[in-house]
């Protein structure tokens, strides 16, 4: 009998509501029984295309004796981390103060106070790998409980008070200046793989963030460095097993630090991101397989995660069901053996893809299986191993046959700040590759978010579901990434409304959002639900940084209006990249990217002509770091830019401001191109 999530819209709760497990879902209800009842509550946290969260809900939460366990002797809630990032936050912050270490499944026992005392992340069935089994923990939080009440009290009062104390350095009042990001630099660079590209060791993530600040210190500074390691870092991902060779799209990390083997899920913000990273790197170096990647991942979005009511769902599940054995493996859709290439390809052409995509009879993955790469050459240029046209159906012959196979689950709820990446994206890509069905995309979903996601008060939901909206809160990355996808919008398309809606979202940020003393942000509005700490980071995770995106987009909505309290908001959030940006430049990227908008005006741009017009397109593709484009009609009033700048000689002509001077207007594209250099 379903439990009490089948009343729910997340696509991960409703996966557990058939579970023997009497779940809750997050709710003062759930808290008040575990008083009522006088039990401690088990907090699991999860997300629908999380691997070891359905690996643990299989062994642990669909078995029926371990299930009668907890009904009696906890409250169960579970929590969809993608709807509920703000209650994910601080459980886990905990985690890994208490732990060194996090990640998902994340398992919590709580007080009926909702203070945690017992952490973890997953526990297997049986005792294994010096982990003990969910049974013994839960059987001795059961007694711990039982047995010294007032000492687990005691350290989850404790565990409270010290989450409360930790402060974040702040850096200064001041923004970063060239020291501070000169010094990011050379942390990047004594962190990054020069032969294998990224940063770090395994497992390896596409650190999208980082290399758009190295993009844009490379535009205002004309360091080569900069430029080589984000190149360098874009072409190992887009030839590794992490990118899709087939059908375009990344997964979400790579488990060894080559490249070759993902993690296989593809989630939203990854696409949405990377896709906007190599079309800003084709900006910048006119690199071919900078331009495919950023078309094909462009392409991937819009296939294969846009929903029916134009907006763009969350993710693909890592597993899916293998055609053979009929279990859900990990890869099962993805990956090839040299026996399944000669059965669509034939002897000759499968020995040409597996050259061609790095399949061997040993196998990159597991069984014998192979990731599809594509090591060296190909269309890209290279020793080329086929000829394009060959490869191209090659390709095609591969991806129909792969079609057939059982497909990864796919999370359709409607995430807010990933659909505003994913318009900004989708956008830009659209207008620097004349593909004004991109750009349509792009306006379907933001007319989305506006109709579903935002009320009459132009507050955000965070999430929706074929076409209705749930009941979170947007929190702080909502309304920063929206507003981001609106701004980049109002440049493209040249309708000042998406502007107006930009405003309307950072207004709220101002009011509810930010620190009137300090001016740090906090990821939860003013008037959101209380928890134990309310959250606050500057840092970036998978995606960037609720803090940073919000002074982007501050920043970039300032020099499109000229709003004061916007700029000056921007600022001072930027004070804590001066702080961190030297430190932890890896995990902070965003922020370092916004602060060399603000080094560099940011630029603005006015565009008193066509959209889509030469000097529009000039405008858009100036490498000047975070420039603001307003383009439109002479007279119009659609956008503040615009306002009092008109033809020049009855042509086209463009303005070009930065920080309070502006050039004389030119009607060269080449000129214009020449001023927005960086």
Request: glycine residues 10%.
């Amino acid at each position: 009998m379903p439990n009490r999530l089948a009343h729910e819209t997340s696509p991960y709760l409703l996966q557990h509501a058939d579970n023997p497990v009497d779940w809750w879902p997050w709710s003062a209800e759930a808290f008040a029984q575990a008083r009522e009842r006088g039990v401690p509550v088990l907090l699991s946290v999860g997300y629908s295309s999380c691997h070891w969260c359905h690996v643990m809900a299989h062994e642990s939460f669909e078995d029926a004796g371990t299930a009668a366990f907890l009904n009696e002797h906890f409250v169960n809630v579970k929590v969809d981390r993608e709807e509920r990032p703000d209650i994910d936050a601080v459980y886990m912050e905990a985690v890994q103060a208490a732990t060194g270490q996090g990640g998902w499944p994340m398992t919590v026992f709580l007080t009926p106070d909702a203070e945690p005392f017992y952490f973890g992340t997953y526990f297997p069935p049986e005792p294994r790998h010096g982990m003990p089994s969910f049974q013994q923990v839960a059987d001795g939080v059961r007694r711990a409980w039982g047995d010294r009440r007032d000492e687990v009290a005691e350290v989850a009062g404790k565990i409270v008070r010290d989450l409360a104390e930790r402060q974040l350095a702040f850096g200064a009042d001041e923004l970063p200046g060239e020291d501070e990001l000169a010094q990011a630099l050379l942390g990047l660079t004594r962190d990054y793989d020069e032969t294998h590209g990224g940063f770090g060791g395994a497992p390896k993530f596409p650190p999208s963030m980082v290399v758009e600040f190295l993009l844009r210190h490379y535009a205002r500074t004309g360091s080569e460095g900069a430029l080589q390691m984000a190149a360098g870092t874009c072409e190992r991902m887009a030839r590794g097993g992490i990118y899709d060779q087939l059908a375009g799209g990344f997964a979400r990390y790579s488990v060894d630090r080559e490249w070759v083997v993902p993690h296989f899920e593809k989630m939203l913000y990854d696409n949405a991101l990377l896709c906007r990273v190599y079309a800003h790197l084709w900006r910048a170096t006119g690199s071919d397989l900078a331009r495919r990647v950023a078309l094909e991942t462009a392409d991937f979005l819009v296939r294969e995660l846009r929903t029916n009511e134009g907006g763009f769902a969350s993710a693909l599940d890592a597993d899916s069901e293998d055609a053979v054995s009929g279990a859900h493996v990990e890869g099962a859709y993805y990956v090839w053996t040299p026996e399944q290439l000669r059965d669509v390809l034939g002897e000759a052409d499968a020995a040409v893809a597996a050259a061609c995509f790095g399949v061997t009879e040993e196998g990159t993955f597991e069984e014998g299986a192979s990731v599809l790469q594509l090591p060296e050459g190909g269309p890209d240029g290279g020793d080329a191993v086929a000829d394009a046209s060959r490869l191209a159906s090659i390709r095609e012959r591969l991806l129909a046959a792969r079609g057939e196979r059982p497909a990864p689950g796919r999370d359709d709820k409607i995430v807010a700040a990933w659909n505003g990446l994913a318009i900004a994206a989708l956008a830009e890509v659209g207008a620097y590759f004349d593909r004004p069905d991109l750009v349509a995309a792009a306006v379907c979903a933001g007319d989305l978010l506006v109709r579903v996601h935002m009320d009459d008060r132009a507050r955000l939901s965070r999430t929706s579901k074929d076409g209705q909206v749930g009941s979170n809160a947007g929190v702080l990355e909502d309304y920063a990434d929206v507003a981001e996808g609106f701004l980049a919008l109002a440049s493209v398309t040249g309708e000042g409304v998406w502007l107006e809606f930009a405003g309307f979202l950072l207004d709220h940020v101002l009011g509810q959002f930010v620190d009137e003393e300090s001016g740090s942000l906090y990821d939860t509005a003013a008037d959101a639900e209380r928890l134990i700490r309310r959250p606050q980071d500057p840092t970036d995770n998978a995606v960037p940084s609720g803090w940073t995106a919000a002074a982007g987009a501050l920043l970039s909505y300032a020099a499109q209006t000229g709003a004061e309290p916007h700029r000056l908001a921007a600022e001072r959030a930027l004070g804590v990249v001066k702080g961190l940006g030297p430190r932890v430049p890896r995990f902070i990227g965003h922020g370092l990217a916004v602060a060399e908008a603000a080094l560099d005006g940011p630029r603005e741009v006015a565009v008193v002509g066509p959209v889509g017009g030469e000097l529009h397109r000039t405008a858009l593709l100036g490498a000047a770091p975070g420039a603001v484009v307003a383009v439109g009609a002479a007279g119009g009033d659609e956008l503040p830019l615009l306002a009092g700048r008109g033809l020049v000689e009855g042509l086209p002509a463009a303005y070009v401001c930065r920080r309070f001077v502006c050039d004389a207007p030119t009607t060269d594209a080449g000129e214009l191109a020449a001023k927005l250099s960086g």
